[in-house]
């Protein structure tokens, strides 16, 4: 009895790994795959690569849709890391950034339920006038959903692909 509990574990960790271990891979031919080997194979330090990336997902979490892109260039700049990884990176990810909002939503309501945002009346006609509507309506929980958001993405971001392309350079083994 015992035995065949044992095996049935062993199974069923072996099918929880292979489910695991198909998420994260990457199809060769897709453009993913083309993504992912350009960034990992730029000519610069790990800690520089990792923390382009990092920046670029981290800027998508915020609420700054379409100045994300010169910001991420700028910051990536003024903080020397490599500018290539953070603006492409936002660049790739900016049609999850709808999901990314939700999350950063779902995030501030967990945290500080509902706290009003600011009386703004935008007196001008423009085409983010919707947009912002939107946004000033959910609050502060929003804004600070995304900042919370952004923080943690950015670090674990960076710290996993630091380990990952230093042992694919071969520094880890």
Request: hydrophobic share 50%.
């Amino acid at each position: 009895m015992e035995r065949q509990a044992v095996c049935y574990i062993k199974c069923w960790k072996d099918r929880l790994l292979n489910k695991i271990k198909k998420l994260f891979y990457v199809k060769p031919g897709s453009k993913f795959y083309f993504y992912l080997n350009k960034i990992l194979n730029l000519s610069d330090s790990p800690k520089k690569i990792a923390g382009g990336v990092a920046l670029g997902l981290a800027f998508d979490f915020l609420p700054i849709p379409i100045i994300s892109i010169p910001l991420s260039f700028l910051v990536a700049r003024a903080l020397r890391i490599n500018t290539v990884a953070a603006v492409s990176t936002v660049i790739l990810l900016k049609l999850a950034v709808p999901s990314f909002y939700a999350l950063d939503f779902f995030v501030g309501k967990l945290i500080f339920g509902d706290i009003p945002g600011p009386d703004i009346h935008d007196m001008g006609i423009s085409t983010f006038d919707f947009f912002l509507d939107k946004l000033f309506e959910h609050g502060y929980p929003f804004f600070m959903g995304s900042l919370i958001n952004a923080a943690i993405i950015g670090v674990v971001t960076y710290y996993f692909l630091m380990w990952f392309i230093r042992r694919r350079q071969g520094y880890g083994k």
